[in-house]
């Protein structure tokens, strides 16, 4: 790089400082509405605004031979900026969805000053690219996290809408390329917040539903029901078929045992096991012990076999290491959900849901990450992939991929949180 690209950068790296420490003061000082107006006036309309030193920094940014590919961060950054501090108050959430859906609304001023043309033209041209790029994107889609209800709502609601549920996606979903350390950190406050408030809302309904339960069985008089106050069903499964979910996950579904003791027996056997290869023969065992047999004979055990035959062959002799483990299992979730964006190839992930239920595919999921617990993020992001392959359908029209979303926010709330719903067989 030479000495004057330098230079250069470092100016205009500089300038946008500038435009950060102007809305990270007035962040603290100005109501939101003021900040949505003044966003707006900066921004969409590109004229007017009350700080010329401001819009003059904005100008040389848009204008720099880098903006092409940098703007976009820019304006990402400034606007979590506001999205940062307003998301930690209720009473300023609202506001967030405000000024996502700015962009959308573009500018009210047609006629420009002579002498703001070029400039004001030019900004215009990088936001409706911006509107077109990944990090504009993942703002629209935490505006359905922060402006949206848990509300089942319309079934002709596209899948975008229903973000808000799974915060096991908000970390591949909500935050794109450029993200900064803060961006991360108030996805993952937010992430924290909603899972939370979801295990609460689950534990309720189902102490609600098992109290229910009790008083049916013991004959008493249908007006002492009215001492229990009704409770949502946090799921858009029906009640039956969330009983029977959370009772698979949570309770003693594998015999006499759990998910989570099973993948324990596994993981005590496997740190006795000689070679990798032997390993895989294991986990094949582990794995299919959980397919219907018919379906299994069919093709899927086969392909299973296949699959770990052929994972890291050059390894057979060597003995079970922590690499190897997540390898195998990072890779079989490739196989079973999904590979990756580019090969979003999912048919055997369908075929499961058609054959085995989603209940028992989940299982199979679940079964994976709790011997190794390092690739649940992993399963997330596959989960995101299909989420974001989807986003714009109807639900109704890929109603199996809803079900495996509600499917797997109860597998991993059951066996990764501090939730205890081991009474759900009383229900």
Known sequence: MSTWTSRYLRHIAQEEQVLYDHFLQLVQSEAPAQLVQRFRTLFIEGVGYGDPQILAVLDRITESK??????????????????????????????????????????????????????????????????????????????????????AGAESQQIGTLIRRYPYLYDHCLLAEGSTDEQQQTIRQLRSRVQRQYEIDLSQFVTYQVRRSQLDRSQ???????????VNNPTLLNEQELCRAVQHFAGKSQGHHTY????????????????????????????????DSEYGKRQFNQQLHTQLSKLLPESNSQKLNDFLLVRTCSQLLNFLVVDSPQKPNHFLFVDLIANIGPTLATGLLLKIVLI????????????????????TFQREAVQWLVQAMEYLNLALSTNFSTLDLSFINQW
């Open 66 to 151: 880098a903006a092409d590919q940098e703007f976009r961060f820019v304006l990402n950054r400034c606007c979590h900026i506001l999205i940062n501090r307003w998301q930690a108050r209720p009473q300023f959430q609202s506001y967030i969805p405000e000024i996502i859906d700015l962009f959308e609304q573009g500018p009210t001023r047609t006629s420009i000053d002579f002498s703001r043309s070029r400039s004001t033209r030019r900004l215009r041209e990088l936001i409706k690219e911006f509107t077109a790029s990944e990090q504009y994107l993942t703002l629209r889609r935490l505006a359905q996290v922060i402006g949206a209800t848990t509300t």
């Open 220 to 230: 008493v008089p249908a007006a002492n029901n009215r001492i229990l106050q009704p």
């Open 260 to 291: 989570r003791d099973v993948a324990q027996c596994f993981l005590t056997h496997s740190s006795q096991t000689q070679s990798f290869r032997a390993f895989k023969d294991d986990l094949y065992q582990y794995i299919t012990a959980s397919v």
């Open 372 to 391: 190794c617990r390092k690739v649940k993020p992993h399963l997330e992001k596959r989960f995101s992939i299909l989420f974001n392959h989807y986003e």
